[in-house]
């Protein structure tokens, strides 16, 4: 048996904003408040299923540099261009961590900076 990525832990310092732009990226809700903590998920689905939650820690550390792992997502009904006009217009913005421009995904930043990719192929929804 292996294990499988249940959640994902993301350091925030507002649990609030990135939650909601989140949600608003992944078509998530919020589950469970915790203190300053936040986890969002699959709307009917919560922890445990088919996607991981995403649990958003709130701290007042500065983020230092690029994060050492990253989200990608892809467009489930739409694609790629209208899907980067939809992630832009919600609060991400773009980002340039040193691609030369060819790749064939888009480098964003949620709004507080952390990095993640819209990647090219649409993919079904879960």
């Known amino acids: 048996m292996a294990c499988r990525i249940t959640e ?4 925030a310092h507002d649990p609030e904003l ?3 732009s989140w949600c608003e990226v992944l078509g998530y809700v919020e589950l ?3 203190g300053a903590d936040i986890e969002i998920g699959p709307p009917g689905v919560g922890f445990g299923g088919p996607q991981p939650t995403i649990v958003l820690n709130q701290t007042d ?3 230092a ?3 050492r792992l990253h989200i990608d997502v892809n467009a489930t009904d739409r694609d790629q261009d209208d899907e980067l006009e ?3 217009a919600a609060g991400a913005r773009r980002i340039d961590i040193g691609q030369t421009g ?10 507080e900076g ?4 819209l990647l090219g192929r649409r993919v079904t929804e879960v």
């Open 65 to 67: 540099g690029r994060l």
């Open 18 to 20: 990135l939650a909601r």
């Open 8 to 11: 994902l832990v993301l350091d």
């Open 86 to 88: 939809r992630l832009l």
């Open 114 to 117: 952390n990095e993640f990719c």
């Open 61 to 63: 550390e500065p983020k």
């Open 102 to 111: 060819a790749e064939p995904w888009h480098v964003l930043a949620d709004p």
């Open 32 to 34: 469970e408040r915790v």
